[in-house]
């Protein structure tokens, strides 16, 4: 199965809508407390801010990706820093205590990670399928 590079675009769009809408709304705009509470490393308001700006790196890069092999590497590495983050916090931290302050923010750590894992392995396979492009 050939997977055409407009379906790749797409997932770079995808990439940056979930890290832009994801921040915006989970954290209100800024306004949510509690996800900096429960993670004051990454998850700041100046690191959900980073975040967001990844976003719009993947959304920007969406339609020359296939010329941007070594930043793919650096958006896999990105991804895999977070996804191994969050998965360390998921080990060493309570989830039930940041739904009980906000259900926002508790939703928000549900689910990043696994968001991060997911586009961790899209943003490999693009990279590998760059790797192996003759030029």
């Known amino acids: 199965m050939k997977i055409q590079n407009e379906h790749l675009t797409k997932g770079f769009i995808l990439a ?3 890290n832009i809408l994801g921040v915006l709304t989970f954290s209100r705009i800024f306004t949510n407390d509690i996800i900096p509470e429960f993670d004051s490393q990454a998850m700041s308001n100046f690191g959900l801010l980073m975040i ?4 719009f790196v993947f959304i920007a890069v969406s339609k020359s990706f ?9 958006f896999t590495l990105e991804k895999l820093i977070y996804a191994t983050h969050w998965t360390n916090w998921m080990a060493n931290n309570n989830l039930s205590e940041v739904y009980e302050k906000d259900t926002m923010a508790g939703i928000y750590y549900t ?5 991060d ?3 961790f392995f899209f943003f490999l396979f693009v990279f590998i ?4 492009k003759k030029n």
């Open 52 to 55: 967001v700006l990844w976003g």
């Open 111 to 115: 689910i990043y990670g696994i968001n």
């Open 117 to 119: 894992w997911v586009f």
């Open 66 to 74: 296939h010329h941007l092999k070594w930043l793919i590497a650096v």
């Open 16 to 18: 940056g809508m979930m």
């Open 129 to 132: 399928r760059l790797v192996r």
